[in-house]
């Protein structure tokens, strides 16, 4: 008999009756499978949640445990006569630098040509550029330029621009109507840039290619502006350098003369990025302690935890919690340098402590801080880890791959999947008890129907026999 006939024969063995049958079977046996996997997903979450916390609580670790964090140098410069820059780990210095002369490029000019395309040469030629001679031993540097009968004069600004572009800078101006002429300016400043131009060949010309021997690119070059040396004071000490950019006067120290004028100069620690980290680092503690806090909470409080039985979760809270108080080196505490934990385990810093203590000894600071040489007051050295050093193994003994963390989320991972397995392995055996029952329903349904037809044969038959009698 088909299931849906179910209950038809007796009206006592209904489908209805086998629903509530195994709905109470469900209660007992699936639900408290799927109350403790809906536990375990809760748990995932919360874990997500948690090492998202403790991620960012060790990137502010590594950042402000970095030494080139204290290298990082910021300068201060009073007027306008100066610009510097400085590179990590410049010596912290104040210095004064007042500028008299700004070095200048050497700039020459030819004699006068009708035209950019007047020719410059009878025939074929050489001619010598020469860049920087000042005496037999300093003859500066040599470019061979060749030229031709068709070489014009823009054509020769070409040729110098390709042969000796690095040392000079060649162009044509045009001065009026009818007159042009060849400017050649040096790249680089200082009184090492002289410019001269020897026709090697003879074959220059000043009347348009008709005539050898011209000399308005050679002995006719005037100079207009004449390269100069920079001339400075350092502290009151006379400097002279061929450029405005000094990269060589203190290591480091990247200056550029802008004009003169006198510029006081501060190098000092970029106390600002320092700081920025160091408020990272406080707000991803109290960020990653509040989240633990939370889920931790004990069945005496309100709101449990959902790891409140967990000691994994709370274990790690409590090391995160006392390493406050561990670290150091032997050579003193978070406390002494600003940083303090309230009753709530709430972190907070003291800009002042911490800017007093790195303008004491920031050296000392960053030994702490990040490992190196502390040195004590009795001028006797400590070499030390660093505290962000310390915490940062004390964190990673947690968050590292396939570390506590990482075992621990895979048990619950683990745990998911047994548990789904356990309910299916019950629903099919749930499954398969119900159908048997259903069976067993129908059979006796039909039984009971044929008891209750043969009853009723019964009795018409007796209330025949009695109308008969009767």
């Known amino acids: ?42 748990k995932k979450d919360a874990m997500e949640v948690i090492d998202a916390s403790m991620k960012n609580f ?43 002369i700004l070095a200048t490029k050497q700039i020459e000019e030819s004699g006068a040509f009708a035209s950019q395309d007047t020719k410059v040469a009878t025939e074929v030629g050489d001619l010598t550029l020469n860049i920087g001679y000042i005496d037999a031993a300093n003859p500066g540097e040599d470019f061979t330029i060749h030229y031709d009968e068709n070489t014009t004069l823009k054509d020769l600004k070409k040729l110098i621009n390709d042969e000796a572009g690095d040392k000079v800078d060649a162009t044509i101006v045009q001065i009026s109507s009818g007159e042009f002429r060849l400017f050649i300016s040096s790249v680089e400043t200082g009184t090492n840039q002289s410019i001269t131009i020897t026709d090697d060949s003879g074959k220059l010309s000043d009347d348009g290619g008709t005539t050898a021997g011209g000399t308005k690119l050679t002995t006719g070059l005037s100079a207009i502006q004449s390269g100069v ?43 600002d990025n320092i700081m920025e980290k160091i408020d990272s680092f406080v707000e991803k503690y109290n960020s990653a302690i509040h989240e633990l806090t939370k889920m931790t909470k004990s069945s005496a409080e309100s709101d449990k935890g959902i790891f409140s039985n967990e000691s994994t979760i709370k274990n790690m809270k409590r090391a995160i919690e006392d390493m406050f108080s561990r670290v150091g080196g032997g050579v003193g505490n978070l406390t002494d340098y600003g940083f303090d934990i309230d009753k709530d385990g709430k972190m907070t810093v003291d800009k002042d402590v911490l800017n007093k203590a790195m303008d004491d000894n920031s050296k000392n600071v960053e030994a702490f801080f990040s490992g190196g040489t502390f040195v004590n007051d009795d001028a006797t050295t400590t070499d030390v880890d660093g505290v ?23 048990s619950i991972t683990d745990s998911i999947t047994d548990l789904e397995e356990r309910k299916t392995t019950a629903t099919q055996r749930l499954d398969a008890r119900y159908e048997i029952l259903k069976k067993q329903f129908a059979a006796y349904d039909l039984m009971i129907s044929k008891f209750n037809s043969a009853s009723s044969m019964f009795s018409q038959m007796i209330d025949a026999e009695n109308a008969a009698r009767n």
């Open 388 to 410: 962000f050093t310390e915490m940062s193994e004390i964190i990673e003994g947690y968050t590292k791959y396939n570390a506590t963390l990482d075992q621990f989320s895979g």
């Open 229 to 271: 040396d920079a001339e400075f004071t350092f502290n009151g000490q006379n400097i002279v350098r061929h450029s405005n950019s000094v990269d060589d006067l203190i290591t480091g120290l990247d200056i550029t003369l802008k004009e003169t004028g006198t510029s006081v100069v501060s190098v000092s620690q970029n106390r």
């Open 1 to 42: 008999m088909g299931i849906s006939s179910l209950g038809v024969g007796s009206s006592i063995l209904t489908q209805d009756v086998l629903d509530q049958l195994r709905k109470a079977d469900e209660a007992g046996q699936i639900k408290p499978i799927e109350l403790s996997i809906a536990n375990e997903n809760d």
């Open 58 to 100: 060790i990137d502010s670790i590594n950042a402000v445990k970095s030494e080139s964090l204290y290298d990082e140098r910021e300068t201060e410069v009073s007027g306008t006569a100066i610009e510097v820059k400085a590179d990590a780990n410049t010596d912290i210095q104040d210095f004064t630098l007042s500028v008299s």
